[in-house]
């Protein structure tokens, strides 16, 4: 027994001294490289955060809302050529399996104030169930034997995804009649005032090409998970999108509650599928070929959150993975762009692409969640205060301030962004290299929940805008189901360092890796969002 016991202490004393001469070789080197490259892009993001949420509380305090910056007249009949004044608007609708929203969309769509006879409705159903396709071309018959122009437009396939049934819808005939096209993805619903608040932009502005208006969310206060996702939007459109519209006249496009030129999709190329966010690649697009893009925050359109944590991860997966790829595959076609200036390619390649979709997602991941786990295991490497408190805590509240009225959540809200971060970083790093799920495109699940409009008084027969299913109860049959192994490792490496910082150095840190360590694991067994058994 000693004799094992005296074994095991020279075991355990060599396998000490390899530590620390890895440790101190190659460990050490390469976190103190880890951390100045986070504290690195960390301030990159400071800067960045300051210079959108000045430019946004710059036009808030001025009061320079677009009808200022640019022309802006009502939408009026004349009195000779009547409706004729008004120009003829395109509204796509595009669609795949839409079962419990189908009816939102297109009841508010032919439900907009614009006189019947210049507006046409097209709704692009890319359905695969039969049955969706049967009720979905049923409500769009409805509708037109009411009077509004609209049409049911299928393909034999789905080559191209929404990018695909987009450029297939401007091909038919009748498209040539428009000059403007307005997109809604079927759980949105346009306020009856849409166009015309937007399309005077568009008549009066010859270099304007595209208006993009705010989401507004039905079900942010369904759960944690959707109030959480609500702040992070808020940001997005109140701050983000307005600096880019207020000083570069570029912004990318969200896909939905915007207005087009339909020259410009001409002039920039069409529609192009070889990435999963054809918004943003047709955005780049115009803006290198000069057009101007306007948001305007005081037109809502209301939306669905992704309620559920499988469905949120898709469509993360998709909006991560789809820049860092449409990136890799345009910049050298912006750096060699004459068509802008050297100061809004700057604004592409720096600001637009590497800060916001590149480096955002890996410092989140690599420094909050790796970086310092392992410094607390490795005495020699010391984090400044400044870089891993203060800082961050600056680019917390940048980004908290776009929805003051859930401020107090902030806490809940880093720490799911930080366990977001995980799946982020690995899409963006798939995207980059062109590899493994680049083209995956699985629509957002939508449950139905935006059947809760405050009024009804804008639409035809609200009735009909009832979802076809019953929202889903936050109960689970089969935990297993519930399960993300990666959120739960992450977890638990994360507590673990926790504890031996607890137990040995004392440094502070282990409050913060406790807390996030649960959230993973908190979100790694599948406690957040609601559950839909089967989905």
């Not at 990136?327 to 050297?342: L, Q, R």
Request: proline share 4%; charged share 20%; hydrophobic share 45%.
């Amino acid at each position: 027994m000693a004799a094992i016991t005296e074994t095991a202490a020279a075991v355990m004393a060599v396998l000490v001294q390899v530590w620390n001469l890895v440790r101190v070789t190659l460990v050490v080197p390469l976190l103190r490289l880890a951390i100045f490259l986070s504290l690195m892009m960390t301030v990159m993001i400071l800067v960045e955060k300051v210079f959108v949420g000045m430019v946004s509380l710059t036009v808030r305090i001025i009061r320079l809302k677009p009808e200022k910056r640019y022309r802006w007249e009502p939408m009026r009949p004349d009195l000779e050529t009547g409706n004729l004044a008004y120009p003829m608007v395109l509204i796509q609708i595009p669609m795949y399996n839409e079962k419990e929203v189908y009816k939102l969309s297109i009841g508010a769509a032919c439900s907009l104030d614009w006189p019947s006879d210049r507006m046409i409705i097209q709704v692009l159903d890319d359905s695969t169930d039969p049955i969706v396709k049967d009720l979905v071309e049923l409500e769009c018959q409805k509708w037109k034997s009411n009077g509004v122009k609209i049409t049911y437009e299928v393909r034999d396939n789905r080559q191209g995804y929404k990018a695909g049934a987009l450029k297939e819808g401007m091909k038919y005939d009748y498209v040539q009649e428009c000059d403007y096209v307005a997109m809604f993805d079927a759980d949105f619903q346009p306020e009856s005032d849409f166009l015309l608040r937007t399309i005077p932009f568009l008549v009066y502005n010859p270099d304007i090409a595209l208006v993009q208006a705010r989401w507004k969310f039905v079900n942010a206060d369904e759960c944690m998970m959707t109030r959480i996702q609500e702040m992070s939007l808020d940001y997005h459109f109140k701050i983000e999108q307005e600096a880019g519209s207020s000083t570069f006249a570029f912004f990318g496009f969200n896909g939905t509650a915007g207005v087009w030129r339909i020259k410009a999709i001409d002039d920039a190329g069409g529609w192009k599928d070889r990435t999963t966010v054809e918004d943003m690649d047709l955005a780049v697009r115009a803006g290198l070929k000069g057009w101007k893009f306007v948001y305007v925050g005081d037109v809502h359109v209301k939306s669905e959150l992704p309620s559920t944590f499988k469905a949120y991860r898709y469509q993360q997966h998709r909006w991560s993975c789809g820049p860092a790829n449409l990136f890799k595959k345009m910049a050298m076609e912006i750096v060699t762009n004459e068509n802008v200036s050297m100061w809004k390619k700057f604004h592409l390649l720096y600001s637009f692409f590497f800060v916001g979709k590149i480096v955002a997602h890996t410092v989140t991941f690599i420094f909050y969640c790796i970086v310092i786990p392992v410094s607390v295991i490795v005495p020699e490497v010391e984090i400044p205060q400044w870089g891993v408190v203060y800082v961050p805590t600056l680019i917390t509240f940048c980004k908290a301030f776009g929805t003051p009225s859930s401020i107090h959540l902030v806490i809940f809200w880093l720490l799911f962004e930080n366990v977001m971060s995980l799946h982020r970083i690995k899409a963006a790093l798939t995207g980059l290299l062109d590899a493994g799920r680049v083209n995956e495109w699985i629509v957002t699940e939508k449950l139905g929940d935006a059947h809760k409009p405050k009024n009804t008084d804008n639409f035809q027969d609200s009735s009909n805008i009832q979802p076809l299913i019953n929202k889903p109860k936050k109960t689970q049959t089969n935990i297993w189901q519930r399960f993300y192994f990666s959120e739960i490792w992450i977890g638990l490496f994360m507590l673990s360092c926790g504890c031996f910082d607890l137990a040995t150095r004392q440094q502070g840190y282990f409050i913060y890796l406790f807390l996030q360590g649960f959230a993973f694991l908190f979100i790694g067994f599948g406690y957040v969002g609601t559950y839909v058994p089967g989905s």
